[in-house]
């Protein structure tokens, strides 16, 4: 899986925000909102990747076990494909 190209992430006042342009910005109506943890998620599904590598990413950066990294995964990865960002 991996973020489709229409999305470009910005700081603004201290906050990630992903804008969606092109074709995106037809199907997305406003920005999505990131934290820490989903921008590091976002940055590694720039490439393609599959739901562990992601467990890893989570779990090299955080006091995380292996379990609560995967829940939060499989969260982020629902809200991407919900709102059209994730292809794949």
Not at 18 to 26: D, F, M, N, S
Not at 34 to 60: F, H, I, K
Not at 71 to 86: N, S, T
């Amino acid at each position: 899986m991996k973020i489709r190209d229409n999305f470009i992430l910005r700081e603004v006042a201290g906050e990630h925000i992903l804008i969606p342009v092109g074709e995106a910005a037809l199907r997305v109506h406003g920005m999505v909102t990131l934290s820490e943890s989903a921008v590091l998620l976002y940055e590694r599904l720039q490439n393609e990747c599959d739901e562990e590598a992601l467990v890893d990413v989570l779990t090299g950066e955080y006091d995380v076990d292996r379990d609560e990294a995967l829940q939060d995964v499989k969260a982020f990865l629902d809200q991407m494909r919900h709102v059209g960002i994730l292809e794949g």
